[in-house]
């Protein structure tokens, strides 16, 4: 089990340019997250799938930022145009569907994105 | 809103000695609080969750909801131990399953 993948593990671009990233969760997970740590700040959580749903959506910082997850599998997350307050790491995380409780999340390595 | 809060950016201490990571956090429902560690060149991973009330690693941490903490506490820090260190709370309702990190402390155990 390769676990959560995500792709490009590192982003430069420049500001004004587009970047989208990708999220491969486990298979079977339902649930799929992405999170956010900002360089010297906590993750911040931006978005929650529940298979192709969007369940909250709470954490989007604004509309720049675009996230799909087309058939329920894997789930990109699109920025456009990037500001320079957008460079961080972008974590995505699943986990399988919760009845009641919580179910641990299982991150990936996360991407790296600088935004020059 | 909940918050989650970790006093200490950098703690450190040797081999054999005990080590404490502080965290606090505020909301007003019953919260599931958790700790997750991120090793040097690995990915976020839970270390352990309150509701399970187990040991994992020599951890332990316990929930007190009258002083709103819930510290990571080890009596032997070992090298190994060394790596980033995050308190999160996860809300019920409509947030179920949601994440609230605190800033993350920094543990390095020195030999």
């Known amino acids: 089990e390769a676990g959560v993948t995500q792709f490009p593990s590192h982003s430069v671009i420049e500001k004004g340019q587009t970047v989208t990233l990708r999220c491969d969760p486990i298979s079977g997970h339902d649930n799929l997250y992405w999170y956010r740590r900002v360089m010297g700040k906590e993750i911040k959580f931006l978005l929650h799938?529940?298979?192709?749903?969007?369940?909250?959506e709470s954490g989007m910082p604004n509309n720049r930022f675009l996230a799909e997850r087309t058939g329920g599998t894997y789930s990109t997350l699109k920025v456009q145009p990037a500001e320079l307050e957008d460079s961080g790491v972008y974590f995505c995380?699943?986990?399988?569907?919760?009845?009641?409780?919580?179910?641990?999340?299982?991150f990936g390595p996360g991407t790296r994105l600088t935004v020059l | 809103a909940q918050r989650v809060t970790q006093p200490e950016k950098l703690l450190s201490v040797f081999k054999g000695a005990p080590v404490e990571l502080k965290c606090n956090y505020s909301y007003s429902g019953s919260p599931e609080l958790f700790w997750y560690v991120q090793y040097s060149r690995q990915r976020l991973q839970l270390l352990l969750r309150h509701i399970s009330r187990e040991s994992i690693k020599g951890f332990t941490a316990d929930l007190n909801k009258g002083e709103t903490s819930f510290h990571l506490k080890k009596p032997f820090a070992q090298e190994e131990d060394s790596a980033m260190y995050y308190c999160a709370l996860s809300a019920g309702g409509t947030s179920y399953g949601k994440l609230t990190f605190g800033q993350g402390t920094i543990l390095t155990v020195h030999p």
């Open positions: 799938f529940v298979k192709e749903s969007k369940q909250d």
């Open positions: 995380a699943s986990s399988q569907v919760f009845r009641n409780s919580y179910n641990e999340q299982f």
